[in-house]
């Protein structure tokens, strides 16, 4: 009996860990309430693989650029869009699943055949109808494409149900936001509540105004310190850590050790070339990264440090992000795993990794700023692109040579 209640005690111990490791943020939001009237599609990404990179793919159809993790071979992406505008994201779910088959977590290996054949949301439910079934998923998948298309589907092993984002009735503020629970799964089952409660005060306020833009989505969301049960805020000088040594606990805040990507995929206005589809990537822990924007038409000519560098399978701008984490999150023994030093993060003198990071961010968004809007009326010049990269490259790799926390 003893061996019995070890072994239960275990297992649960084991799928609650692994259940808060995968517990993603993320929002669909329209282009009635963004700045330039374009759809974002969001995922701040939470797994117990803190390397990941970003990858090209030659797909059936159509060609893609996707997150993956560094250690995989193929296969699976966790964030991506293809050549046709077609964008697709999941955050796992633990309210779906109502039979008892094992053999799960194929989330990774559907939105890469998605990515490989879909054009449109028709597609990716077509897609869908025909996967053999048990499909060995449990998850929101999050999806736009260059139609005007934006769409969750909450889905299991035998159907998914579409909850459209352009439907007053589901998204009467022009967002959606999912976590780890689905609106049609178990009632107060499934994990995220509170920071579900938190994107949504912080999207709340925003969407009146109709400015929300990726880069408002990272400063508002993925570094975000604002906690919604607590009702406190990090970064407000009345909550700061630094008042008290700088310690605090890293519990339900958006960003969380746990943290390994955040990206927004800033979708293209009906009738627009899809190329313009620009996949704005931050990797490693968003708080200690740098806002990057991809293209698909770049192929495998991304910048070098966020695609596999040459000593290992990793990335540079990870590398450097996780590298700063793990000085955040610097005590090992007893529960000092769950402690955060937020000064290293933010304090009054602005020698926090995030402060001094902004500045390198705000230059790359400068940089881009200009043949966005040109690009968008006559193409992607790709020699001026790969310029730009090789200046992304150089301010990223100096940036983080030149920060406090290393010295």
């Known amino acids: ?35 330039d009237g374009r759809p974002i599609l969001w995922k701040h990404r939470d797994t117990g693989e803190e390397n990941n990179r970003i990858e090209y793919f030659k797909g059936e159809k159509y060609n893609f650029l996707a997150l993956v993790n560094s250690p995989d071979k193929g296969g699976v992406v966790w964030i991506g869009t293809n ?29 890469y055949k998605a990515l490989a054949v879909c054009k449109n949301l028709s597609d990716f439910e077509e897609f869908l109808n025909k996967l053999p079934r048990p499909m060995r998923v449990e998850a929101n998948f999050g999806v736009i494409d260059a139609e005007g298309g934006a769409a969750y589907y909450e889905t299991n092993n ?13 998204a009467p503020q022009g967002y959606l936001i999912y976590t780890n629970f689905s609106y049609t799964g178990r009632f107060n089952e499934g994990m995220g509540y509170i920071r579900h409660q938190t994107a949504t005060e912080i999207f709340s306020k925003a969407s009146p105004l109709c400015s929300i833009t990726p880069h408002w989505i990272f ?4 570094r975000s310190y604002y906690h919604s049960l607590q009702g406190i805020d990090l970064l407000k000088p009345e909550h700061s850590p630094e008042r008290n040594g700088g310690w605090v606990v890293d519990q339900d805040y958006i960003p969380r050790k746990s943290s390994t990507a955040s990206v927004a995929i800033q979708g293209v206005k009906p009738g627009e070339n899809p190329e313009m589809s620009i996949m704005w990537t931050i990797l490693g822990y968003p708080a200690a990264g740098v806002a990057i924007p991809l293209w698909v038409k ?12 040459k000593s290992s399978e990793n990335a540079f701008a990870c ?31 602005r020698t926090g990794y995030m402060q001094e990071l902004s500045g390198t961010e705000s230059y790359i968004e400068s940089l881009f700023r200009e043949p966005i809007e040109r690009w968008r009326r006559e193409g992607i010049n790709q020699k001026e692109l790969q310029d730009l990269y090789a200046d992304v490259d150089e301010a990223i790799t100096g940036a983080y040579l030149s920060l406090s926390v290393k010295k």
Not at 18 to 34: E, M
Not at 159 to 168: E, G, L, S, T
């Open 1 to 35: 009996m003893k061996r019995l209640y070890i072994t239960i005690l275990v297992t649960f111990i084991s799928v609650f860990f692994y259940n808060h490791l995968l517990s993603c943020t993320s929002a669909i939001i329209t282009g009635k309430i963004t700045a």
């Open 83 to 111: 050549s046709s505008g077609f964008s697709i994201m999941n955050t796992a779910s633990y309210n779906l699943k109502d039979d008892d088959i094992k053999d799960m977590d194929m989330e990774g290996e559907l939105m």
């Open 158 to 170: 035998t159907r998914f149900v579409k909850v459209d984002a352009n439907d007053q009735k589901n």
């Open 219 to 222: 400063n508002n969301l993925s």
């Open 298 to 309: 770049a192929e495998e000519r991304q910048p070098m440090v966020v695609m596999k560098s």
């Open 319 to 349: 590398d450097k992000a996780v590298d700063l984490k793990h000085k955040t999150f610097s005590i090992k023994r007893g529960n000092g795993s769950k402690y955060m030093n937020f000064n290293l993060i933010y304090n009054s003198s």
